[in-house]
């Protein structure tokens, strides 16, 4: 089983940075791909980027590619979302989650959730 606690959103006007972190706890942590996810208001939960077990591969969505990096460090049990060059439209809860490593879908666990709001 593995336990999610994302943390470092917040509000930052549009061109603005935020970096999100994601601890997890958990015999199996390394067992699974991680990916990011994020849920605005009135539509469904989205993948945004995924990285598997040891960093060997990564995947961003288009429309964050070039503005966010996904990034994992193992010893510390933590994933990463830097995101530089905010948009009004990345405004969202974003959620750390568990994936199939050649899918990138979720498997069930979450976090609780990390609200981000980028002002125009």
């Known amino acids: 089983q593995v336990q999610l606690v994302e943390s470092g959103g917040g509000l930052v006007q549009a061109g603005g940075s935020l970096r999100l972190s994601c601890a997890a706890s958990?015999?199996?942590?390394?067992?699974?791909?991680m990916g990011w996810f994020r849920q605005a208001p009135g539509k469904e939960r989205e993948f945004v980027a995924g990285?598997?077990?040891?960093?060997?591969?990564?995947y961003h969505v288009d429309s964050v590619k070039g503005r966010f990096t996904i990034s994992r460090d193992n010893a510390k049990n933590t994933v990463y979302l830097q995101m530089n060059s905010l948009k009004p439209e990345d405004t969202a809860v974003y959620y750390c989650?568990?994936?199939?490593?050649?899918?990138?879908?979720?498997?069930?666990?979450w976090g609780q959730g990390t609200q981000v709001t980028v002002s125009s």
């Open positions: 990285i598997s077990w040891v960093g060997s591969r990564i």
């Open positions: 958990g015999r199996t942590f390394r067992s699974y791909s």
């Open positions: 989650g568990a994936t199939i490593p050649s899918t990138w879908s979720p498997v069930g666990y």
